[in-house]
């Protein structure tokens, strides 16, 4: 064997993920039961003030302390306007969002690359105390962890991951490919690939660096599972109260297949009964072109203590 993934989840407490490539360890990640990540969550969240000096509202999302959320993560939609300025305005943010190109890196360590910044001019005729007010109900996406005595930092871009594309449902920016996918024709083939999509109006998609050699079926097969997604997450948050939680970033196990699974990994090796039986339904609704009987599914093990 030249390359696996090690995933430990025997004890509860703690699960470790390791990609080992001919001995050396190429990847490697830990999550605690104690300590959930907040970042990628998505909360129904509620503004408890607004701090005209930091051109930045304190955010009560449920967690152990009130996120920051700057002005510049506030998508115009929750700018509290006439409904003509407020359309006005939509449609010059999407004009600027649209001429942003479709040059995205999505890849890196911190995706805030993938999510948009209102655009100078229009912050410029605004202030945070003018448009944005004391309890108003916002849904809101954890981008940074909470650190020392400082909140999480909260965005209202939010953006949804799959194993080859990233959803973004409130940002109109067309298609969009990973900078970190270099080849020529391989930018050219999935740019057309995103175009055939059927993405709603007002939404945008990127191509992660996983997608660049795949099928279009592939891509719209994982387009669709976030187009679900999103909808799940819609009906939840008509449906709840804040602050409160509407959907959770995966866990580790779920992370490591969408993230760092690829085709030179001869073997999965899972050590826990119950992740185990995640790896392998996540393999199925992840990579549903693989049959039971695929190189994928077989090479998982599963070592009992």
């Not at 390359?3 to 490539?21: Q, S």
């Not at 100078?120 to 940074?144: P, W």
């Not at 055939?196 to 996983?210: K, S």
Request: charged share 30%; glycine share 6%.
């Amino acid at each position: 064997m030249t390359k696996m993934m090690l995933i430990d989840a025997v004890h509860p407490e703690e699960v470790r993920v390791a990609v080992v490539n001919k001995g050396q360890v190429e990847d490697f990640d830990f999550e605690s039961a104690k300590k959930r990540q907040l970042r990628g969550n998505i909360y129904l969240a509620k503004i408890t003030r607004v701090e005209p000096s930091l051109q930045a509202a304190f955010v009560d999302f449920g967690g152990n302390r009130h996120g920051f959320l700057a002005f510049n993560e506030i998508h115009p939609d929750y700018y509290q306007l006439p409904q003509a300025d407020r359309e006005a305005l939509l449609a010059e943010a999407s004009s600027v969002e649209s001429d942003n190109g479709d040059d995205v890196d999505v890849d890196s360590d911190d995706e805030d690359e993938a999510r948009p910044v209102v655009s100078s001019s229009i912050q410029k005729r605004y202030k945070i105390q003018e448009v944005i007010r004391r309890r108003q109900i916002m849904l809101v996406q954890a981008v940074k962890e909470e650190r020392g005595n400082k909140g999480a930092a909260l965005t209202t871009y939010l953006s949804l991951a799959g194993r080859y594309c990233v959803l973004m449902p409130n940002t109109p920016r067309g298609g969009g490919i990973s900078r970190k996918i270099t080849n020529a024709a391989d930018r050219k083939r999935l740019k057309k690939i995103v175009g055939e999509l059927n993405v709603p109006e007002g939404m945008g998609l990127i191509v992660r660096t996983a997608g660049a050699k795949r099928t279009k079926t592939e891509i719209k097969r994982d387009f669709e599972y976030l187009i679900k997604l999103w909808a799940k997450i819609r009906e939840l948050t008509l449906s709840s109260v804040a602050p409160c939680m509407i959907n959770e970033e995966a866990g580790l196990v779920h992370r490591a297949l969408r993230d760092l699974y690829d085709k030179d990994i001869d073997q999965v090796l899972v050590d826990g009964d119950t992740a185990y039986r995640e790896a392998k339904d996540l393999a199925k609704m992840l990579m549903p072109s693989h049959s039971i009987k695929s190189p994928f599914l077989s090479i998982f093990l599963f070592s009992a203590r």
